[in-house]
Every structure is written in C-alpha cells, then in structure tokens.
C-alpha cells in the first residue's frame, strides 16, 4: 500500500523539478518546417541534426521558400590534438573534438544569432593497435556530433519559452 502511495508522489516530483525524456522536446511553432543549409550535407553533425530535428517533431524542407525557418550552419571542424606523450616523446593520449557555429532565421529575421557549440573527449593511443584506435576516433567523432545535434535541438526548443 505505501509504495502505491508513493509511485504518484514521485511522479509528481520528477514532472515539478522539470525533468524530461531525452529526445521529447517541444519546439515553438516558428520552427514547424525547417530548411537546413549546412555546407556539407553528408558530414556527420548534418545527418545527426536531420536525425535529431525529425525526432523532435520538426518537418524538414528542401527548399528554404518552403520553411518556416532556416538553420544556417555557417562553420563546422572537427579533428584531434595530442593530449600528452610518452617519455620517447610518443603520444599517449589524444583529445577528439567537433566545434560547429549555427544560427536560425526565420520570415521576421534572425530568431536565433550565431551560436558556438563544442564537445570533446580524450582517449588513449597506442601504436600497436592504429587500425582499432582509428575506428575508435571515427565512432567518438559520431558521438560528439550527435551530441551537438542534441545539443542545437534542445536549444531550439528554449526559443519556444
């Protein structure tokens, strides 16, 4: 009986601190179809935002006269630093990171100025396993560009409030 009582009370806690299912967001309606100009549309954060922005609900568009907005990505990089080295002066650790810079217009004009989003992680490198070490890279580079997806989309979605 107690825990019957208490599954509403925590309900009620989880919906009063704000919390929300990734993935769920609630965009305004300026962004009900979106064209996406981004300079290369087979690079891995535009497939994840076309992934993302679908998920949240959002029409995309082929032709920026059809949409409601644009979401303009005006710059995106990605590549690796070495973060430290072996006492042979061999590197030891690298740090991958994805930076992109966006901006969404609408009819009215820019409904949201330029943004810059980041993301990084460090992984360790050894010589004897380049290929696996190479994949790895690619599968963090994949990561970090669906986390910037996620990333503009939910801050999409602040524009509604």
């Known amino acids: 009986m107690r825990r019957l009582l208490l599954l509403p009370f925590a309900c009620l806690a989880l919906a ?12 305004p309606p300026e962004l009900e ?4 100009a981004v300079p290369d549309p087979n690079s891995d954060l535009a497939v994840q935002l076309r992934r993302s922005l679908a998920g949240a609900g959002v029409t995309l568009v082929q032709d920026a ?9 005006t710059d995106e990089r990605y590549g690796r630093r070495v973060k430290s080295v072996s006492a042979q002066n061999r590197p030891t650790e690298f740090e991958v990171f994805y930076e992109a810079e966006y901006l969404v217009e609408g009819p ?5 100025p330029a ?5 990084s992680r460090i992984f360790p490198y050894s010589e004897r396993d ?3 070490k190479q994949q790895e890279e690619q599968l ?5 560009a669906r986390e910037i ?5 939910r801050q999409l979605a602040g524009l509604g409030s």
């Open 149 to 153: 997806a996620a990333l503009i989309t």
């Open 65 to 73: 006269a059809a949409g409601t907005a644009t979401l303009r990505l």
């Open 140 to 144: 963090l580079r994949e990561a970090l």
């Open 115 to 119: 943004q810059r989003v980041s993301r």
């Open 108 to 112: 009215a004009g820019v409904l949201l």
């Open 16 to 27: 009063a601190c704000g919390f929300q299912l990734q993935g769920v967001n609630d965009l």
């Open 130 to 132: 380049i290929l696996g």
């Open 33 to 36: 179809s979106v064209f996406l």
